[in-house]
């Protein structure tokens, strides 16, 4: 009878132990002020222009919404060279798939556009702080262009949890 | 008498179909304002906001209500058409007719009318990059394209490549 209590017990300790594990090693964010972003690299799959240049300044507006950052720089701007704590962002399209809006609205099952994108957060001197896989869906209602909204807020969300500058209180 | 009115009524006929013609030649001649709609990208300019689009003095112009916006045809480093289509009805009646019985609503989904796309890459003073969407009505594209290439913008792809490349790029599902 005694050791099954002590078993319990020490059950309970191992339980205890692991649930409080994720809020003791929250990831600490690095420390970022300005980030670059780099147009949409597609060579691999052929992406639609208007896919791209959507994907593109969504990522942009977003991260200047939500993203935290003191400065959002565009691809190509010089202003960039000058800022502290840059990190340039990448990404390469790594899937896609152009559904329909006719086919989601009559079936509401089939049709959905979806698209992947393979994102690397690096600093100045090109050393890759973050990679992460995105997607950027629309399954129900709204134009194909909207996955590229869905990725670009869940794109700046990762931003977000990642990287703070020294204004920015998360 | 009556001879005389039949050709005074006959006169004025004619007088009447005359200035018809001369007005129809007269809009003809006038350059014609494209409707468009700048979808995004567009700096000052609301996502979605409805205008006129022309190209002229080297630059391109989107009027909106009493404001206007411009990017130099010289800065523009690829210009793009496409081709799309957005359902017939519009949005809302579209949305409610999707609770119709029987699935009645979704027929309407069906009916779909083309558009033009126009999307445009352009650099800004600090040589930043930025991207432009312009919906049109359907082959509305094409000749602003032609007018920005002829005022100095550039383009990647020509028109000989877009007409050899396939009508529907490849792409791939991924996996989740």
Known sequence: ?170 | MKRRKFLVSIAMTMAFAGLAVCGAKAQQSAKPANNAIALTGLPGVKDNAKGTLTVESGKLHFSYGKKSSEVNAASIEDVVTGEDTQAAVGKTVSNLSMVAPYGSGRFLALFRTKFDTLTLRYRDENGALHGVIFALPASGAEPIKKDLLAQGAHATVSEQQAAAAPANSSSKEPKQ
């Not at chain 1, 691809?75 to 798939?97: C, E, I, N, P, Y």
């Not at chain 1, 794109?155 to 949890?161: I, N, Q, S, Y």
Request: aromatic share 8%.
């Open chain 1, 1 to 170: 009878m005694k050791h099954p209590l002590k078993a319990i017990l020490w059950l309970a300790v191992v339980a205890v132990t692991f649930a409080a594990t994720p809020l003791s090693a929250q990831p600490v964010k690095a420390k970022v002020s300005a980030i670059q972003v780099e147009m949409i690299h597609s060579d691999e799959i052929k992406l639609p222009a208007e896919f791209q240049i959507s994907l593109y300044e969504n990522l942009v507006r977003q991260l200047e919404k939500q993203g935290g950052f003191e400065h959002v720089y565009r691809d190509g701007d010089r202003r960039a060279k000058d800022a502290a704590d840059l990190v340039v962002l990448h990404s390469t399209v790594r899937g896609f798939k152009a559904g329909s809006e006719r086919t989601r609205r009559v079936t509401t099952v089939a049709g959905a556009t979806s698209i992947t994108i393979h994102c690397e957060f690096k600093n100045a001197d090109g050393k890759v702080l973050l990679e992460k896989d995105v997607n950027g869906k629309v399954r129900f209602f709204g134009g194909n262009l909207r996955a590229t909204y869905d990725f670009a807020k869940k794109t700046a969300r990762v931003a977000h949890d990642n990287f703070s500058s020294s204004e920015h209180k998360s």
